[in-house]
């Protein structure tokens, strides 16, 4: 049906970036939401930051400044642009995708999630 896949993750230190990318494969009609979402060891699921299909963000209070959403539509994908990382930063970061996929006018809405990419920070 639908496949999201992230990649970017990976170690950094304190202060350091890393640009997080995910993209929706599929028979997909169009694309609304899609969002960032993380979960550290012991710790339920948080949202990042999340963006609207015509551009509008939310962050979280802790990627308020510090993390950037973007996305683009023609490709299906979705970015997350992170500096200064912090090592309370570090989880696995998942994104998600809400769309419709399908040939119009038979058309069937997803809400699917990639498989996460781990993110560390080390003091």
């Known amino acids: 049906q639908v496949q999201v896949v992230e990649s970017g993750g990976g170690s950094v230190q304190t202060g350091g970036s890393l640009r997080l990318s995910c993209a929706a494969s599929?028979?997909?009609?169009?694309?609304?939401?899609m969002g960032w979402y993380r979960q550290a060891p012991g710790k339920q699921r948080e949202l990042v930051a999340d963006?609207?299909?015509?551009?509008?963000?939310n962050y979280a209070d802790f990627a308020q400044g510090r993390f950037s959403i973007s996305r683009d539509n023609a490709k299906n994908a979705v970015y997350l642009q992170m500096n200064s990382l912090k090592p309370e930063d570090t989880a696995v970061y998942y994104c998600?995708?809400?769309?419709?996929?399908?040939?119009?006018?038979?058309?069937?809405?997803?809400?699917?999630w990639g498989q996460g990419t781990q993110v560390t920070v080390s003091s």
């Open positions: 599929g028979r997909i009609f169009s694309t609304n939401a």
């Open positions: 998600n995708i809400a769309g419709n996929y399908g040939d119009s006018p038979w058309l069937t809405e997803f809400d699917s």
């Open positions: 963006i609207s299909r015509k551009g509008r963000t």
